[in-house]
């Protein structure tokens, strides 16, 4: 049986974090274990790559959600990175951090130590900003590489005027002092290449004698010595394997796979878990509980120019192998393109401070999430609900450990979802109806019926799904919360030895992204494993964190 000091189940965004900060002590030894395999592949280096693996279905668990109610019976489509890196190896890496009110919230929850100014340190020891440098908010000489686009589309700039014809502000930086307006997208890119956790942190550290990565490897569940965390058993290519764990167990396998694997081992609802055969070994209702993800509609206009957008046609076929060639010699050009190319974030119930939805200019026709083709050229714009009030759950299916789980945003169950949901579509249809971008502006794929109360309602239903941000499922809180599973220093409550550390331990979204969020998380929960030493190396305001909380 193979011994470490930390087993970290899941080599994702979290888990690459983790595996880098936590084998910085040489006096330790670390394995990572992670289902899919290398992120030493084109598609992912290439940061258009990722429109080709949502369609070929390359690196990704593909999931689907049970029929949503709220989409009138239709399955969304739930995307998670299966490749070293997680979804930092196939997303649209954009970096946004969220707002300083969302992480007050997690502390206003009964989370002590993770309000704004107990985060803000966390994002900066994470971040190298080509963009601002080192500021108050910036970092510089982190791991994580955060640029501008360095071949941005001129249709980025046109939307941004037609922005502010519709009274948006334009503004330098919505990671800034003050969220609400538009910006040019800041991206996880170095050198006109994906820069995911893989490459940030994983690569540098991978030759360390004291970490060991395995693929290929699916957890099957956590072993338990008494109430304690002992090891974890897997299902690899030569079959079965236990590995033990001499400190911690650490679940990084996201809001879909850290709750799933705590369910196989006995640690969930006990009801569900009996129905599966499983013998539960602590009752632990919030197990897969409180899930939430931002819901995303789409609208998609077309356009008769070639020149700024990405599409099927016989210019843009020529288009893109010039591309190609000017990306494998210079980094530049249409392939350094993450497609969702500028940001805003807006308030559409005035609370400017707290924006409740986020546009996307996306650079193509984004259709059923690139998978569905469409000849010609458009560009797309995402409307995004910042902070559902809808609820969900994630379940099993079965017990064995290669079954999909059972996925349920619950997407649209609240009512005022919807409602916020079509007054920020009807702001964003404006926006594509201003004249700065009439040069660009065709046909709608879609027609938005804008000035029809019901009609408007119906289109969202049909032409919403996930902005690809699950998280909760594993959700911190204080003593005493039944629907807590982890708290303040990300312990599973009951038993000890077992962390977990990914986006399913968020209390609730951040208005933003949440890549550069999960990474934070990791960030900190490294610190918190190794102690006051790991403390001392930040910033002095965030050293604080290593007391208990």
Not at 235 to 263: D, N, Q, W, Y
Not at 293 to 316: A, E, K, N, Y
Request: aromatic share 6%; proline share 7%.
């Amino acid at each position: 049986m193979d011994e470490f000091d930390f087993l970290i189940a899941g080599g994702g965004t979290a888990g690459c974090v983790l595996a880098a900060r936590l084998s910085e002590d040489p006096s330790v030894s670390v394995c990572l274990i992670e289902a899919g395999g290398s992120a030493d592949s084109a598609f992912i280096r290439a940061p258009l790559g990722f429109a080709a693996t949502a369609r070929l279905g390359l690196h990704n668990w593909s999931y689907e959600t049970v029929p949503q109610a709220g989409f009138g019976g239709r399955r969304g489509w739930q995307p998670r990175g299966k490749v070293l890196g997680g979804s930092s190896s196939i997303n649209a890496m954009v970096y946004t951090r969220g707002n300083p009110r969302d992480y007050d919230q997690w502390a206003a929850l009964g989370n002590a130590g993770w309000g704004w100014r107990d985060v803000l340190p966390y994002f900066r020891a994470a971040e190298h900003s080509e963009c601002f440098g080192a500021t108050e908010l910036h970092g510089s000489g982190g791991p994580l590489n955060v640029a501008w686009l360095r071949s941005p589309s001129p249709l980025g700039e046109a939307f941004m005027q037609a922005c502010e014809q519709t009274g948006l502000p334009r503004i330098a930086d919505y990671n800034g002092p003050r969220q609400h307006g538009v910006a040019p997208a800041q991206v996880t890119q170095k050198g006109g290449e994906r820069c995911g956790a893989a490459r940030a942190y994983l690569q540098p550290a991978i030759t360390r004698t004291n970490l060991k990565v395995i693929t290929g490897a699916t957890i099957v569940r956590v072993r338990f010595e008494g109430q304690r965390a002992s090891g974890l058993e897997l299902l690899t290519k030569r079959g079965p394997h236990t590995l033990r764990a001499r400190r911690e167990v650490i679940l990084s396998a996201g809001s879909f796979g850290s709750p799933a694997i705590l369910m196989r081992s006995g640690l969930g609802p006990a009801a569900h878990l009996r129905r599966h055969g499983i013998e539960p070994l602590r009752d632990l209702p919030g197990v897969g509980a409180n899930l939430q993800d931002h819901p995303t509609t789409v609208l998609i206009q077309r356009t008769s120019r070639s020149d700024g957008t990405l599409g099927f046609s016989l210019p843009g076929g020529a288009t893109l192998l010039r591309a190609i060639g000017q990306w494998r010699r210079q980094r530049s050009g249409w392939i350094t393109t993450n497609v969702a190319e500028v940001q805003g974030f807006v308030a559409t119930d005035g609370q400017h401070d707290w924006p409740d939805i986020q546009l996307a200019l996306c650079t193509g026709i984004v259709d059923d999430h690139t998978r569905k083709s469409h000849w010609g050229h458009g560009y797309t714009l995402h409307i995004t609900l910042m902070r559902p009030r809808s609820r969900g759950a994630v379940l099993l299916a079965s017990a064995d450990p290669r079954a999909a789980p059972l996925i349920d945003p619950a997407f649209l169950s609240d009512r005022d979802d919807l409602e916020r949901l079509v007054r920020g579509t009807r702001f964003g249809y404006r926006i594509l109806q201003a004249d700065a971008l009439a040069p660009h502006r065709g046909p709608m794929l879609y027609p938005f019926p804008h000035d029809d109360d019901a009609a408007a309602e119906a289109f969202v239903r049909a032409h919403t799904d996930t902005e690809y941000h699950p998280v909760g499922t594993c959700a911190m809180g204080p003593e005493g919360d039944p629907q807590a599973v982890v708290d303040a220093w990300l312990r599973v409550r009951g038993v000890q030895g077992l962390r977990v550390v990914d986006a399913s331990v968020m209390p609730r979204l951040v208005t933003g992204n949440t890549n550069a969020p999960t990474i934070m998380i990791a960030e900190k929960a490294a610190r918190l494993i190794r102690g006051p030493q790991a403390v001392a190396t930040l910033p002095v305001e965030a050293q604080r964190d290593s007391a208990p909380v």
